[in-house]
């Protein structure tokens, strides 16, 4: 109960015992945090590591072989800085870590927020507290966060995975619907990629549907293509 209390507070919103008859709301049982939609249809999602699709995709310990490890330049004998200024829920985050990165995860919804924190904690109860220990997570605006950024503080690499509208199936297109529903305002991806090219001291990478346009129409210096997404790669002048 304290913990809900806190939450509510943190983010200024009401607790209740019960859930409401439409809209969204967070849900905290003893197992986790979740965001759900109340009607049309019903459905939940959560920051989930060690288990579900993401457990089966972590649990393969082919890191080095993700695409999303390669893009961002990682290797056995490399492992450089990254931040993840779209972080969401965290899960190529997880990738990144896994393959022995350090990252930093931005994510300006607090909610969003609420339940990356959510799924990092539970995934170190879980016993992946030594690649959840290069996670570390803050509730910033990513142009914000890298507009301080420069000099001996500035990371290799930044990664962008900003929304899309693509279709996706199952799970994965509800999530997406969910996070469509709760994030209305549109990030402003120029400003972003503008900010991510003169931080990065190596590359930036950008994760995009596999037809979808470069974001805010730069193209990249080359691009990884996979079945349904692509990574493009922009080398930075600080390189």
Not at 31 to 45: E, F, K, T, V, Y
Not at 57 to 78: K, L, N, Y
Not at 175 to 198: F, M
Not at 211 to 239: E, I, K, M
Request: glycine share 8%; proline share 6%; with cysteine.
């Amino acid at each position: 109960m304290a913990v809900a209390e806190t939450l509510a507070e943190r983010l200024g919103s009401p607790r209740r015992t019960h859930p409401p008859e439409r809209g969204l709301y967070l849900w905290l049982a003893p197992d986790g945090l979740s965001l759900c939609q109340a009607a049309g249809p019903a459905m939940c999602m959560r920051a989930e590591f060690v288990s579900g699709v993401q457990g089966y995709r972590s649990a393969r310990q082919r890191h080095q072989h993700e695409a999303v490890v390669r893009a961002c330049g990682i290797t056995r004998g490399h492992c450089p800085w990254v931040v993840d200024a779209t972080a969401g829920l965290g899960r190529d985050a997880f990738v990144l870590a896994s393959a022995g990165a350090r990252v930093t995860l931005l994510e300006r919804s607090p909610v969003v927020h609420a339940l990356l924190t959510d799924g990092l904690q539970r995934a170190t109860a879980a016993g992946a507290g030594e690649r959840t220990g290069r996670m570390h997570a803050h509730a910033v605006d990513a142009v914000d966060w890298l507009t301080g950024a420069a000099g001996d503080i500035s990371p290799a690499v930044v990664y962008l995975d900003p929304m899309y509208s693509g279709r996706r199936r199952g799970a994965a297109g509800k999530e997406l619907a969910l996070l469509q529903a709760l994030l209305t305002d549109t990030t402003d991806e120029p400003a972003l990629l503008a900010r991510a090219r003169a931080v990065a001291t190596q590359r930036v990478v950008v994760k995009r549907h596999r037809h979808a346009a470069p974001l805010a129409d730069q193209p990249p210096d080359y691009h990884l293509p996979g079945r349904s997404t692509r990574f493009d790669v922009y080398r930075t002048r600080n390189a």
